[in-house]
């Protein structure tokens, strides 16, 4: 039973494409997440939803744009993609207790490569 | 701003020998800190957080208010914690800001 599944894994695409990444998690958590990890393998957070609504918007170029179609689903679209996007984009979700921050499960991330 | 620092990227020790993996952060107001630790191909995964004062895999971590830091720390290293750890500092809405990761090699 995978707790946070992320699709597809790999995903090597030509600057200027537009390209989605999936992300489901059945742990019934309210809250789910994108992070990015970069070259260096720093990770920073670029959205948040919590009960489909966004609640946290990095500084994120808006080439990127998450959707929530459900609590169980958050998807990553990214339009007319650049080198400087590739990266490692990691899926995650939490249960938002009162405001408190609880553990977050992550997927096994999506290997994002632009040629 | 939050800010979670992870002085060191890379760490080496030998099998059985003490090891530390040190954090800073800079919050205000209380923060909810955490390790987490990804191990070869697998994902990211909490280790411990600072709330419940645990004890996972040997590892412990205890939040000094006054140095600003959450070392992590096991006395005696073995080979399958060999891993990248980041440290993260929690927020509302459980936004996590994480430190640039330590990779922790233990040597044989």
Known sequence: ?115 | AQRVTQPEKLLSVFKGAPVELKCNYSYSGSPELFWYVQYSRQRLQLLLRHISRESIKGFTADLNKGETSFHLKKPFAQEEDSAMYYCAGGTSYGKLTFGQGTILTVHP
Not at chain 1, 7 to 32: A, F, R
Not at chain 1, 67 to 96: M, Q, T
């Open chain 1, 1 to 115: 039973d995978t707790a946070v599944s992320q699709t597809p894994k790999y995903l090597v695409t030509q600057m200027g494409n537009d390209k989605s990444i999936k992300c489901e998690q059945n742990l019934g958590h309210d809250t789910m997440y994108w992070y990015k990890q970069d070259s260096k393998k720093f990770l920073k957070i670029m959205f948040s939803y919590n009960n489909k609504e966004l609640i946290i918007n990095e500084t994120v170029p808006n080439r990127f744009s998450p959707k929530s179609p459900d609590k169980a689903h958050l998807n990553l679209h990214i339009n007319s993609l650049e080198l400087g996007d590739s990266a490692v984009y990691f899926c995650a979700s939490s249960l938002l207790l009162g405001g408190a921050t609880t553990e977050a499960f992550f997927g096994q991330g999506t290997r994002l490569t632009v040629v």
